[in-house]
Structures are given as C-alpha cells and as structure tokens.
Nanobody, 124 residues
Framework: QVQLVESGGGLVQAGGSLRLSCAAS????????MAWFRQAPGKEREFVAAIRRSGISTYYGDSVKGRFTISRDNAKNTVYLQMNSLKPEDTAVYYC?????????????????WGQGTQVTVSS
C-alpha cells in the first residue's frame, strides 16, 4: 500500500509559477512510476506528466510541454511538479498517482494509487 499526499496548490495569476509536491508513504517509493493528472470542472481527468522509477525519463501532455517539469527525489519519497507560465486553462484539481506495473504512462487506469488532490486556480 502507498499513501499519497499532495500539497502546494493555490491561487496564482496568469504567467506565474507554482510547485506541487506529492509525499508518498512506505519504503518502496523508488519501485513506483509516478504521475500527475488533473481534472477541471466539467471535464474528464487529463494526463499531465509522468516519471519513471529512476527519474531518468519523463513524459508530458501536449498542453503542458515546455511549461511544466516533473521530478522526483527517491530519498525523500517525493515527486514534484514545477509549473511555470501558468494559464487560466491550467485551473484544475491536480492528482498524484503511483503505479508498480508496466504499460502506458498516459492512461489513468494503469495507476494503482491516488492522492486526494490539490486545487490550482489561475486567474486571468
């Protein structure tokens, strides 16, 4: 079992930055690939970014490429999402997710554990 707790959300003006953190419980954090998804009101949950167990490879959704950066610190059992040049359309609840299996990084059904989410609101 892995428990995930997100933090770092809030209200920011367009063009600003935020850094989200996701702290994981347990001693096996390094065996999980990690990802961020988001869900805006009235929309389906959307893939944002993912990172391999080692942190060497990362993957991004088209809407955030070049603006967001995912990283992890296995010694601290934490994954981060640095969000720059934020836009009003980035407004959503952001969820951290973990998976131990292999498969697509982009599909939410591949992930075994989810955090409770943190709200990000970008004002214009």
């Amino acid at each position: 079992q892995v428990q995930l707790v997100e933090s770092g959300g809030g209200l920011v003006q367009a063009g600003g930055s935020l850094r989200l953190s996701c702290a994981a419980s347990g001693r096996t954090f390094s065996t999980y690939a990690m990802a961020w998804f988001r869900q805006a009101p009235g929309k389906e949950r959307e893939f944002v970014a993912a990172i391999r167990r080692s942190g060497i490879s990362t993957y991004y959704g088209d809407s955030v490429k070049g603006r967001f950066t995912i990283s992890r610190d296995n010694a601290k059992n934490t994954v981060y999402l640095q969000m720059n040049s934020l836009k009003p359309e980035d407004t959503a609840v952001y969820y951290c997710a973990a998976r131990s299996n292999s498969g697509s990084y982009y599909r939410q059904t591949e992930y075994d554990y989810w955090g409770q989410g943190t709200q990000v609101t970008v004002s214009s």
